[in-house]
C-alpha cells in the first residue's frame, strides 16, 4: 500500500480520502449524478457511505489512493478523485471517479487537479502510464481529457452497466511518461 499524500497547488487541495469526509460530499453527491454515465452511485447518504468504504478498502489493497478535493479559495470540499486499478508491476495506473461540483466546473480547476495527480504520478510516484476511460456519451469529460494531452486509445464496447441498466462504451485514453514533459510545457505551463 502506497503511502497517502497531500496534493495541493493554487486552488486545488487533494487530501487523503476518510470515512469523515462523508458529510463535505454530501451536499456535492446531491448536485452530480455518477450513475448517468458509470456504474456508482452516490444519491443518497448510504449509497456515498458504501463508494467512501469501497474507496478506502481499495487503498488498503494497494489498489487505489483515493482523495477528497478542496477548493482553497474558499475553504470547501467540492468533490473526490482517486488513482486507481494502480498496477505497481507494469506501472500503470488510472486517474478517475472525478466528480466535482457545478460550481467550480469550467474554471480550470479540474485542469489544475489533473495537472497535480499526474505530476505526481509520472515524477514522484515513477509511473509509466496514466489511463482514463470514459463514458463515449460523456463529451464534457472526454474534451476535457483532451485538453490534457491524453490520446484516445481505443473503445471498449459495452463494457460497463449504468444507470437503467444501459451498458456503456467506454473511451480509452492515456498518457506515457514520455510524453508527460512535452504535455507538460505545453499544457499546464501555468501550473510549473
Known sequence: MRKSIILEKNMVKLVPLEKKHTQALWPVAQQVDLYQYGSN???????????????????????????????????????????????????????????????????????????????????????EKVE??????NIR??????????????????NVVTKSDFRRSSCCYGILKEEWAEIKQTNFKNYI
Open 41 to 127: 452511485d452516490v444519491s443518497t447518504q448510504e449509497k456515498l457511505e458504501a463508494y467512501i468504504v469501497t474507496a478506502l478498502d481499495e487503498a488498503k489493497q494497494g489498489k487505489a489512493i483515493p482523495f477528497a478535493i478542496y477548493n482553497t479559495s474558499t475553504n470547501t470540499c467540492v468533490g473526490s478523485t482517486r488513482f486507481g486499478h494502480i498496477d505497481e508491476k507494469n506501472k500503470v495506473l488510472h486517474i478517475g471517479w472525478t466528480w466535482i461540483a457545478p460550481a467550480v466546473r469550467g474554471t480550470g480547476f479540474n485542469h489544475q487537479m489533473k495537472f497535480l495527480m499526474l505530476n505526481n504520478a509520472f515524477e514522484n510516484m515513477e509511473f
Open 132 to 137: 482514463f476511460r470514459i463514458d463515449e456519451r
Open 141 to 158: 469529460s472526454r474534451k476535457a481529457v483532451e485538453k490534457l494531452g491524453a490520446t484516445l486509445e481505443g473503445i471498449l464496447r459495452k
